[in-house]
């Protein structure tokens, strides 16, 4: 849908097929391409990349597919002077649903779309929670699907009979009207039934120094119910130690989110090719 539109304006598109950092900035400054889409796996590597290319021509970049972390989003407007800018929709959207429209916060992902509704409920009891308040966005709007073919009860899950379509996605109003997306619903961790959002210990882990990427999801415990896990990437010649990781949080951040389930040092985060955590492999390998 992105692109139709862009060809109906009678713009030129250049597609890339998995596509690494070089190729991107070499594709900007061949074609002269004014505006990017990509994902913030590729975005995070283009703000690291040698680069000798010209992008004069790049006015502005679009993030989707995967929460934006500000850290990435702030070392690529400081490295290349661009703002970047989030969307959001889903395949059950047809593509997006809402889209940021001038610089703000770079986490958000902006303001509905005309004639779409939205609004961001209590999962449990279906009630419409105030501005700032955690629960599951839904959305109303000529863009949701009919269904799932061939599955009516899939349908039914997610498609109430007033019909709203339930995301499975939390987020919340921000204090200017923005929406804020901050993970799954099912991957919501309970710690002493205290609910914790693995993003919002993710992202601060982005802020140590000596950490590359990282994903946290949550374990059994007896005692607890669930504690926190980290897996973690090292930056490259770090030498910092697992207990260097668990003080770090238990320094900053409530006993809830502190990582009594351990931290795990890997080469590399599984993702999609959009950049989702695939949080099962993790949970597999925990």
Same mark, same amino acid.
């Given at each position: 849908?992105?692109?139709?539109?862009?060809?109906?304006? *009678?713009?030129?598109?250049?597609?890339?097929? &998995?596509?690494?950092? $070089?190729?991107? /900035?070499?594709?900007?400054?061949?074609?002269?391409?004014?505006?990017?889409?990509?994902?913030? @796996?590729?975005? +995070?590597?283009?703000?690291?990349?040698?680069?000798?290319?010209?992008?004069?021509?790049?006015? =502005?970049?679009?993030? *989707?597919?995967?929460?934006?972390?500000?850290?990435?989003?702030?070392?690529?407007?400081?490295?290349?002077?661009?703002? !970047?800018?989030?969307?959001?929709?889903?395949t059950e959207t047809t593509g997006l649903t809402h889209v940021e429209v001038e610089p703000g916060d770079p986490t958000s992902v902006g303001v509905l779309l005309p004639n779409t509704e939205g609004k961001i409920t209590d999962p449990h009891t279906g009630d419409i929670l105030?501005?700032?308040?955690?629960?599951?966005?839904?959305?109303?709007?000529?863009?949701?699907?009919? *269904?799932?073919?061939?599955?009516?009860?899939?349908?039914?899950?997610?498609?109430?009979?007033?019909?709203?379509? $339930?995301?499975?996605?939390?987020?919340? %109003? @921000?204090?200017?009207?923005?929406?804020?997306?901050?993970?799954?619903?099912?991957?919501?961790?309970?710690?002493?039934?205290?609910? !914790?959002?693995?993003?919002?210990?993710?992202?601060?882990?982005?802020?140590?120094?000596?950490?590359?990427? @990282?994903?946290?999801?949550?374990?059994?415990?007896? &005692?607890?119910?669930?504690?926190?896990?980290?897996?973690?990437?090292? =930056?490259?010649? =770090?030498?910092?130690?697992?207990?260097?990781? &668990?003080?770090?949080?238990?320094?900053?951040?409530?006993? $809830?989110?502190?990582?009594?389930? *351990? %931290?795990?040092?890997?080469?590399?985060?599984?993702? =999609?090719?959009?950049?989702?955590?695939?949080?099962? %492999? /993790?949970? +597999? +390998?925990?």
């Amino acid at each position: 849908m992105v692109h139709l539109g862009v060809l109906q304006d *009678g713009g030129m598109i250049v597609s890339l097929q &998995q596509p690494n950092p $070089h190729q991107c /900035l070499q594709a900007i400054d061949t074609y002269g391409i004014t505006r990017l889409y990509t994902v913030p @796996s590729t975005l +995070k590597h283009l703000t690291t990349a040698d680069s000798g290319y010209d992008l004069s021509t790049l006015e =502005s970049v679009y993030c *989707g597919a995967a929460p934006l972390k500000r850290t990435i989003a702030a070392a690529f407007t400081e490295r290349f002077g661009i703002q !970047v800018y989030q969307g959001y929709g889903m395949t059950e959207t047809t593509g997006l649903t809402h889209v940021e429209v001038e610089p703000g916060d770079p986490t958000s992902v902006g303001v509905l779309l005309p004639n779409t509704e939205g609004k961001i409920t209590d999962p449990h009891t279906g009630d419409i929670l105030p501005d700032g308040d955690r629960g599951e966005l839904c959305i109303k709007g000529p863009q949701v699907m009919k *269904g799932y073919h061939g599955n009516r009860n899939a349908t039914l899950d997610v498609i109430d009979q007033d019909g709203w379509f $339930h995301t499975g996605d939390l987020a919340r %109003v @921000s204090g200017d009207g923005r929406i804020v997306v901050e993970g799954r619903l099912e991957d919501v961790i309970r710690c002493r039934d205290i609910p !914790v959002f693995p993003a919002e210990v993710e992202n601060f882990l982005q802020n140590h120094p000596d950490v590359e990427d @990282s994903a946290v999801i949550g374990v059994p415990d007896t &005692q607890s119910g669930e504690v926190l896990k980290a897996f973690v990437v090292k =930056s490259n010649g =770090s030498t910092v130690s697992q207990s260097d990781i &668990q003080e770090f949080v238990e320094a900053n951040l409530d006993t $809830h989110k502190h990582l009594r389930g *351990g %931290v795990e040092f890997l080469d590399q985060i599984p993702r =999609s090719p959009t950049g989702q955590i695939i949080r099962w %492999v /993790l949970k +597999k +390998k925990a």
